[in-house]
């Protein structure tokens, strides 16, 4: 008995699975457009896309995209190479057929980048489902069929993995150095009480978890910024043992009530609060303040209320042209830590953090913060790169919550 107990521990750690992803990064697509000249342009073009948006009643998904960390995938059988944005913000999955090829399918050339195209006909898995796609973005869309094929990527395969294949993109993806997106989204592990493809690949590593590090140095050119995303295990080398966990709130994202945020002397905390409706007799909770932790987001979006409340303590400018509140760059040393109140525990990111040099040239730098809406009880802030920098981010797919740990 005791051998066969021996046995049985050693298979348990030989058929442990791991795998460990180097993620890059695109680099700033803004400071890009600003040394080009094509910014005016770009940001007039995504407020005309915004406001036919609004007034179509659509309700695109909240994002600021500027930089984006890719991961090398290979698609189908034999494996086509693609460079794809591991977001766990986004809900579906894409990639760009080898049938478009408009401009903004082939990429532009102002991000130097080559575009991977998928060519369908080349993989002996793709499978073709009799189903269209769209996704609206803030900022684009981009919409085409659905297909399924195997993915894979770190030594980790994924056969039977639903992808949209895109067939039109707008002019902003042209802009991008991606060739589509994988989703990591809550959503993508499962749907209807359904463990899709992707869920059932986790079952095979040593932990259904996943753990995600970003370099805390910021570097605007392409490659720079290095990250790690980790499956199957928590990453020791890059964050710190100290786990501190909280439960999902949605079954779409990975989303989850915060208490408040903080910076210098201004402190705003929310409770959960009950509204009494006397003419109907019932009570409604108010939910808290809800987030979703996105690796596909560059900074941290949240009310224009908390936007103005970092802008007037760290006295920074909005320049109106581009979008964006800067500060002098000499001064990103000394300003407030900005505070995330998490679960009772608070998450402190330091200035040298949220406020990053994009190349602007005279001597100012931008405060990493963007304003959104809430829309009816979604997520009223997004948690992207300015905050993973900080804090690594545990995914934990089998327990359902997400957990934050210093990074090293």
Not at 7 to 28: D, E, I, P, R
Not at 90 to 110: E, K, P
Not at 218 to 246: K, M
Request: hydrophobic fraction near 40%; charge should be negative.
């Amino acid at each position: 008995m005791r051998s066969l107990l021996i046995f049985a521990a050693l298979m348990a750690v030989l058929c442990a699975k791991s795998f460990k992803m180097n993620v890059l990064s695109t680099g700033s697509l803004r400071a890009k457009l600003i040394t080009s000249g094509q910014y005016p342009k770009h940001l007039d073009r995504n407020r005309r896309h915004q406001m036919q948006n609004f007034r179509k009643g659509s309700l695109p998904i909240a994002d600021y995209a500027d930089e984006f960390y890719v991961g090398e995938v290979q698609v189908g059988t034999p494996g086509q190479r693609t460079q794809l944005v591991m977001s766990t913000g986004v809900t579906g999955s894409w990639l760009i057929d080898s049938n478009c090829n408009s401009d903004a399918c082939n990429g532009v050339s102002v991000n130097g980048f080559t575009r991977h195209k998928f060519n369908t006909l080349n993989s002996s898995t793709f499978q073709l489902e009799d189903e269209g796609f769209a996704i609206l973005y803030g900022y684009g869309v981009c919409e085409g069929y659905m297909a399924t094929d195997v993915f894979s990527f770190a030594g980790f395969n994924i056969a039977g993995q639903d992808v949209g294949m895109a067939l039109y993109v707008n002019n902003y993806f042209g802009n991008l150095a991606i060739d589509g997106m994988f989703s990591l989204a809550w959503l993508a592990f499962e749907v209807n009480n359904e463990s899709t493809p992707l869920r059932q690949a986790f079952d095979d590593l040593s932990k259904p978890i996943f753990t995600v590090w970003l370099d805390k140095k910021v570097n605007i050119n392409a490659g720079g910024n290095p990250g790690l995303f980790t499956f199957g295990e928590f990453d020791q080398d890059h964050c710190e043992e100290d786990v501190n966990y909280v439960l999902l709130t949605d079954d779409v994202h990975w989303q989850f009530s915060i208490d408040g945020y903080s910076i210098s002397s201004h402190e705003k905390l929310t409770k959960a609060e009950v509204i009494l409706c006397n003419e109907l007799n019932t009570t409604f909770p108010l939910m808290k303040i809800q987030a979703i932790s996105d690796t596909g987001t560059s900074w941290i979006g949240a009310s224009q209320e908390v936007v103005d409340t970092v802008a007037n303590i760290t006295g920074a400018s909005y320049d109106a042209s581009r979008d964006i509140y800067t500060v002098r760059c000499d001064s990103s040393e000394t300003l407030p830590d900005f505070n995330i109140l998490i679960n009772g525990k608070e998450y402190a990111i330091p200035s040298a953090v949220y406020v990053v040099d994009i190349g602007l040239n005279n001597g100012n730098c931008v405060i990493t913060f963007f304003s959104m809406s809430a829309n009816g009880f979604g997520p009223s802030w997004v948690l992207g790169a300015t905050f993973i920098r900080s804090f690594c981010h545990v995914y934990d797919v089998g327990a359902k919550q997400i957990g934050f740990s210093r990074a090293r």
